[in-house]
């Protein structure tokens, strides 16, 4: 698979300036290099296009996110000091619709789970966690991140109903 670059990517929307997936492709590069403020305003180049998107909302809501998931002052991706509970509330608001969008879109409904951990509400992150798990439960860094808030192994958190994978034979 070719490694799609910037460039690319800008050449491309140069040539269509409708192509949402080159458009949500840039944004997420630039969100990647922890650019929030400049991927926010690529994203809402998509939202004019597609304003039904989930993944502009999924990506608006991590560059939100960022500075509290990574730990990094503000002041170092944003240029400026931001208000935390600002941030959480932006980002919760993307992702809430993000969710809303596509109810299978587990990287919402995880990072939601990471920022209520990160605020101390672990009853709400549990109840993220627990909704991720049941669209996907093979996703080992969210049982993880459910056993460390916990305390207690997975198995006694998760409902009955959540598939875990096949039975080893013995």
Known sequence: MELITRETLEVLIKKNPDDIDA???????IRKDRSPEEALIMYDTVIELDPDNPQVYLGKGLCWAMSLLDNIPTKEIWEMELDEQEMIDKAMEFL???AELDPELTEAYNTMGRLF???????????????SLQIDATQLDVLEDLREITGKPVWKILDKGTWMGEEEEE
């Open 23 to 29: 458009r949500l492709n840039l944004a997420e590069i």
């Open 96 to 98: 809430e619709q993000a």
């Open 117 to 131: 951990a990160i605020i101390a509400q672990e009853e709400d992150a549990v109840d993220m966690f627990k909704q």
